[in-house]
DNA sequence: TTCATATTTCAGCGAATATCGAAGTATTTT
DNA sequence: AAAATACTTCGATATTCGCTGAAATATGAA
């Protein structure tokens, strides 16, 4: 992963709001949650939302599709474990039996594939 | 860990420079490095340098200590472990056995008892 | 078609951020 | 004590951020 990508996956996530919607995105798993769910969870404007929405989504964190006439958010796990990994890379200084690098995340219906294609970059 | 927490430490690394001193730190372990040697490796002005490590420093993310006229900063390898199991927590919606939502990264010289302290927030 | 629901777009504003230059402080060397 | 080294503090500035309110768009229901 590039520094600068990373960056973006940071600053996305360093926002209370956001946060707490990445958050409750990566706990509702791969199939995702309605962006009026998330309004009504999180109480926040839908407007705000849609901001938000944006930023988290600009940075490669989570992923949309339409249903209906609602937005259907859900987070991009290969984002995330490639997010950790970068951020530990290197951590152990040759302790390896201790680290964990890669594919700290790995939830029902996520396939192999996304996890191996984080953990080469 | 609570949200404003994370949020503190995703902001403070949300940032190119702070980042990859960040990073740096991470890779030179527990023992730190000077913040000369930081400033030489990615070519910052000392009050830049300065400024950033105050960052991270209120952020948890890091320690300082001094060693004649030279400051040691060091990673805070709980923050950062304590980071990604905020980030990464109930991901995995029961897949249990594929999930390692603490203790990413325990380097050489990091005791036990830091690492199960992260565990209980 | 008309209305209701779900979400997005746009303009604007106060607050926070990153960097720079200049001056200040602490520690070691001479 | 004076000079050098290693950082830190301060003041100023241009940019970015998060929120609000009003209006617009897209889809589904009546």
Redesign the interface.
Known sequence: MK??K??AA??A????NR??I??LL??A?PEGMAAGQVAEKLDLAPNTLTFHFDRLRFAGLVTVRRDGRSMIYAAR?EA?NGL?S??????????QE????V??????GIRDEAVSRARRR
Chains 1, 2 share one sequence.
């Open positions: 520094t600068s990373a960056v940071l600053a996530l360093a926002q209370e946060l707490e990445f958050r990566v706990q798993g796990f995330m950790v970068f951020l530990t890379e290197n951590c152990c200084q040759g302790a201790k680290c964990v690098p594919a700290v995340c790995k939830p029902k």
